[in-house]
């Protein structure tokens, strides 16, 4: 058996090392991209709550009527992003974003809708482990929890 020398040894941790900043950047990356949506659903505290009935749809955003909870002002036209859950006529509970007329869905399946990018990353971090890092069982729980994510958002939706 032939020993590797110490340009050998020091190629693979630099392949590792690359390989787990790819993985590191990605999740870094998943997480930033979800915590935008995210943050206004966790920490809704001294946000303005209340719903949305859609009255029209675009192409990328839906908007209507909205009604708040607490003694605040109705508004004539309050925009949420299209998804397939939301539909013409329908009535949502939703959170405004400070200072916008844009809302975000609440609830458990805007919490999980939230955390979708989060899950993609998730899968994608999977390959980069069990692939480029050959940690197997680490990257097959990186994708279940990926998968368990995007399959509970789907199933909230």
Request: contains cysteine; glycine residues 12%; aromatic residues 6%.
């Given at each position: 058996m032939k020993k590797r020398n110490s340009s050998g040894r020091m190629l693979v941790h630099a392949r590792n090392?690359?390989?787990a900043l790819v993985a590191l950047l990605?999740?870094?990356?998943g997480f930033w991209s979800s915590w935008g949506t995210a943050q206004h659903i966790l920490l809704s505290k001294g946000r303005e709550h209340g719903t949305l009935t859609v009255a029209r749809c675009d192409e990328n955003v839906c908007t209507g009527p909205y009604?708040?909870?607490?003694?605040?002002?109705?508004r004539a036209d309050v925009t949420i992003e299209k998804t397939v859950a939301v539909q013409k006529g329908q009535t949502l509970a939703v959170v405004l974003k400070p200072?916008?007329?844009e809302a975000v869905r609440t609830g458990p399946a805007g919490g999980l809708h939230a955390w979708v990018p989060l899950g993609g990353a998730l899968l994608l971090a999977a390959?980069?482990?069990g692939g480029g890092l050959r940690l197997t069982r680490i990257a097959w729980g990186t994708a279940f929890a990926g998968g368990a994510l995007l399959m509970a958002s789907f199933l909230a939706l």
């Amino acid at each position: 058996m032939k020993k590797r020398n110490s340009s050998g040894r020091m190629l693979v941790h630099a392949r590792n090392a690359a390989m787990a900043l790819v993985a590191l950047l990605l999740l870094t990356a998943g997480f930033w991209s979800s915590w935008g949506t995210a943050q206004h659903i966790l920490l809704s505290k001294g946000r303005e709550h209340g719903t949305l009935t859609v009255a029209r749809c675009d192409e990328n955003v839906c908007t209507g009527p909205y009604s708040p909870q607490a003694p605040a002002t109705d508004r004539a036209d309050v925009t949420i992003e299209k998804t397939v859950a939301v539909q013409k006529g329908q009535t949502l509970a939703v959170v405004l974003k400070p200072g916008t007329a844009e809302a975000v869905r609440t609830g458990p399946a805007g919490g999980l809708h939230a955390w979708v990018p989060l899950g993609g990353a998730l899968l994608l971090a999977a390959l980069v482990i069990g692939g480029g890092l050959r940690l197997t069982r680490i990257a097959w729980g990186t994708a279940f929890a990926g998968g368990a994510l995007l399959m509970a958002s789907f199933l909230a939706l």
